[in-house]
């Protein structure tokens, strides 16, 4: 970042590092593909509850569980990981046109959709909440006695959505670190590849979520 | 040669790091140097293997020996494969990718020249971590494939599968760095007029091989994070017997990866032999599309064969029938390049050298161990030959016969340009005739023994079945190889330091990495060529030659040309020990997983924010 831009040629005029992020966006789709396959796979296969979409009594206990997944809680950090995307484009839209003039008439909201550093803290920000209603997700689940050890379901649902949350975590401290190259010394267009390579995997782990939220929560 | 004049010998810019001493190993990012660095490892671990399998064939040599206890035999036959197929022969290839593609394709380095260095010390961490406990006899014991719900901590209660289970872990960061690398590197480096169909046949199927590794590991990523979770943190995945767990989900994902596994083990050697003939028969490689297309098809088929190794499973007719097709589907483009290699040779001026004898085996023998492999395609067939020694001589014929052979036509043909001094013509010769010889009495009679029903993974066996003589002659078979090892460490050891100089093209080949000095120079190519065929030093206009020329100036420096080396450092290789010691935290504490993390982190963050080399003027 702090390092020097150097052009060296390239047989395709592309950056090594955008060849590269896309090649490993290919490889986290066999990551992800696996993990969703082992979740549909084991789909209504658990012999106990509690369960996603349907009740479940405990035949010892007589204790009866109701369908474990909050569909309209998840809708909501959906909706959130969906606007991040849209503040990633903001974000390097921003950085791109970084010193370019503004129209001499230009109003609050022009002024501040160039405003890198404010659409990569709220891309940050929508990351952060996703993790947020992740956790308290997480949470509730074990209260209400599920974990990733009670059956094929937990082990499934917990770390298939885990290690998304995981990505979102490393996505929300790659954005972090370049807040703060941009409050520290201004990104320009100069590192616009920096934060395009970034948005990238934004997307992408943006578009697994969706994959995810249609198999996992969606269909029944 | 034109003298030329150089205006400003030092530009104060120059950088060119440590050339010699400790140091200069541990820091160095340039691409022959790291290749150099793998092929040493790789070849420890390769004789390490070898230990291995002598113990074994010493143990079976005979019937009822007890020469080791059954619970230390399981740990020999899974540390043989583990080490041969993860330890030896995939990073002999990865000692290959790293010399030539760069000089292949006229290139001063790999993409990421530091990430290069990454890879390697994660895999040289993480082949110590997964090797030591053999000596400790609490290695691994679950054979190469790990087979779950045996492999869970149900029935696999010791540390053993541990350190399987984190050491491929481990094993698969440097994989897919390697090889995020070399598709990038391959992709974009290549230089002018280099179009796809213009690369020398080594780099196709290394190109190839990067895509498979790059859609492959992922997979056997994840079964091995269901096998840890299961084992340490309780999850089901795995859990057959409580949780209503699937049997087959660790055999599927597993082999998912493990068949496109078995071509990044020998595609690299089909593109080492597409080298060696066309340059010691004097003819370009025979119908040089149909062999890019042939493997390029193969990598893509052998993404959908892998349940025929689960035949044996019941998997009902329908899923048998498709993989079954799907196999023997796989003989076709394989056996293109079998004929190509022969049309090759036909009517050429052939030398029968060292090289062209390593891969003429690999010809031959690759054909024996292919002809076994469309037998077991075919289900009824199958179901006979699993898990006997059938299987075993016929993998053994396509990896020591197929991979094997043609690393080490690979290693006689390239060790004149890596070190600048030839391989002795005559121990080599005595080489390859005791492989020769050795690896068929070795693993030949397996193919007996195994149609005689002697099933494998058996520490020992009762007289009278007749397997004997079988087992006999693969143990002195075995011995024969393994004192040909001995004979090529000797001509290894020996010829780096007095064998006859090379000069930059010995064999007369014609591709760009001969229009170099042998050993080249750091920085490759004093002037990016300009390339405009297939066979630039054979078919190249005057251009090209012209400038293989000027590339062919020995004893200059970086400096002398104005060109600008990336710096050394010793992070890449901080941050490949700070990995590998969060994962040996899982064996020993939280405080080790936190230290190792954190010491990656923060050496990953300097390596990012520091430059790769000088500024440019």
């Not at chain 1, 990733?148 to 790659?174: D, P, Q």
Request: hydrophobic share 50%; net charge neutral; proline share 6%.
């Amino acid at each position: 970042m702090s390092a020097t831009v150097t052009h060296h040629y390239t047989s395709t005029g592309l950056d090594n590092r955008k060849i590269a992020i896309w090649a490993f966006i290919g490889s986290e789709c066999m990551l992800f593909i696996s993990l969703i396959s082992t979740y549909l796979i084991y789909k209504g296969r658990s012999v106990v509850g509690p369960l996603p979409h349907e009740k479940w009594t405990d035949p010892s206990t007589g204790h009866t569980f109701a369908p474990i997944l909050n569909i309209p809680v998840t809708s909501m950090s959906t909706f959130v990981l969906l606007m991040s995307s849209l503040f990633m484009v903001l974000a390097l839209a921003a950085v791109q046109n970084k010193g370019r003039p503004l129209p001499a008439n230009a109003g609050w909201w022009t002024r501040k959709l160039a405003s890198s550093q404010l659409w990569l803290f709220m891309t940050a920000l929508a990351g952060a909440t996703f993790l947020g209603f992740q956790a308290y997700e997480f949470t509730s689940f074990v209260n209400e006695g599920l974990t990733i050890k009670t059956n094929l379901f937990g082990s499934s649902f917990f770390t298939l959505t885990g290690f998304h949350g995981a990505h979102v975590t490393a996505g929300v401290l790659w954005l972090l670190a370049l807040l703060s190259i941009d409050a520290r010394r201004g990104l320009g267009p100069s590192d616009a590849l920096n934060v395009d390579i970034c948005a990238l995997y934004w997307h992408f782990v943006d578009v697994v979520w969706i994959a995810i939220f249609t198999l996992v929560y969606l269909i029944r | 040669m034109a003298s030329t004049a150089i205006a400003t010998p030092l530009a104060p810019t120059a950088y060119s790091g440590e050339q010699s001493g400790v140091w200069s190993w541990l820091t160095t990012v340039d691409h022959k140097r790291i290749g150099t660095l793998y092929l040493f490892t790789a070849l420890f671990f390769f004789m390490w293997g070898g230990v291995e399998a002598l113990i074994i064939r010493a143990q079976l040599g005979a019937p009822n020996q007890h020469l080791v206890s059954a619970e230390f035999y399981n740990q020999l036959f899974t540390m043989h494969g583990t080490t041969m197929i993860f330890l030896a022969i995939m990073p002999l290839s990865a000692a290959f990718f790293n010399y030539l593609i760069p000089l292949q394709i006229g290139a001063r380095d790999v993409a990421f020249p530091r990430l290069n260095a990454f890879s390697y010390w994660v895999y040289l961490f993480g082949g110590i971590f997964i090797t030591v406990p053999i000596l400790f006899a609490v290695a691994p014991d679950g054979g190469w494939f790990g087979y779950a719900p045996l492999t869970t901590r149900a029935y696999s209660p010791g540390i053993n599968i541990d350190f399987w289970v984190i050491g491929l872990q481990i094993l698969g960061v440097s994989s897919l760095a390697a090889a995020f690398n070399f598709l990038t590197t391959i992709i974009n480096l290549r230089a002018p007029g280099m179009s796809l169909m213009r690369m020398p046949m080594f780099t196709w199927m290394s190109f190839v091989v990067q895509f498979l590794l790059v859609l492959a590991f992922p997979v056997i990523t994840i079964a091995l994070v269901f096998l840890l979770f299961d084992r340490f943190f309780g999850t089901n995945f795995y859990n057959t017997v409580d949780a209503g767990a699937d049997p087959l989900l660790w055999q599927h994902l597993f082999w998912i990866f493990g068949h496109p596994e078995v071509y990044i083990l020998i595609l690299p050697a089909f593109g080492l032999v597409s080298e060696v003939i066309p340059a010691n028969s004097k003819k370009p490689l025979f119908g040089y599309p149909v062999m890019v297309y042939s493997g390029i098809l193969i990598a893509v088929l052998g993404f959908g064969v892998w349940a025929h190794h689960m035949f044996a499973v019941g998997m009902g007719p329908i899923a048998d029938t498709f993989f079954s097709l799907a196999t023997m589907l796989i003989g076709i483009p394989t056996g293109v390049k079998i004929f190509n290699w022969i049309a090759t040779m036909a009517q050429g001026h052939v030398r029968l050298n060292t090289p062209m004898l390593f891969a003429i085996a690999l010809v031959a023998l690759f054909t024996i161990g292919g002809i076994s492999g469309v037998m077991h395609s075919s289900p009824p067939a199958d179901l006979q030959q699993t898990d006997t020694y059938f299987i075993v001589a016929h993998f053994h014929y396509v990896l020591f016969g197929g991979s094997i052979m043609g690393i080490f036509a690979g290693i006689y043909h390239y060790f004149p340009k890596m070190t600048g001094r030839m391989l002795d013509e005559k121990l080599g010769k005595i080489h390859f005739w005791l492989y020769f010889v050795g690896m068929n009495i070795t693993f030949f009679p397996m193919h007996f023994a195994g149609m005689l029903g002697m099933p494998r993974r058996i520490y020992t066996y009762d007289a009278g079945q007749g397997w004997e003589s079988y087992n006999f002659y693969s143990s002195i078979g075995s011995y024969i190889i393994g004192v040909a090892t001995l004979v090529f460490a000797w001509n290894f050891l020996k010829s780096r330091r007095s064998g006859a100089i090379a000069g930059p093209n010995p064999w007369g080949a014609a591709t760009l990495e001969w229009t170099i000095p042998s050993p080249p120079p750091d920085y490759n190519f004093a002037k990016i060529p300009t390339v405009t065929s297939r066979y630039p030093l054979w078919e190249g206009k005057e251009a090209d030659l012209e400038s293989a020329r000027f590339n062919a100036q020995e004893g200059k420096t970086a400096a002398d040309f104005g060109i600008v080396m990336p710096y050394n450092t010793i992070k890449p290789m901080i941050v490949a020990f700070g990995l590998v010691l969060m994962f040996c935290g899982l064996l020993t504490s939280r405080v080790i997983i936190f230290l190792g993390a954190g010491i990656m982190i923060v050496s990953l963050f300097t390596w990012l924010l520091s430059p790769l080399e000088p500024e440019h003027h």
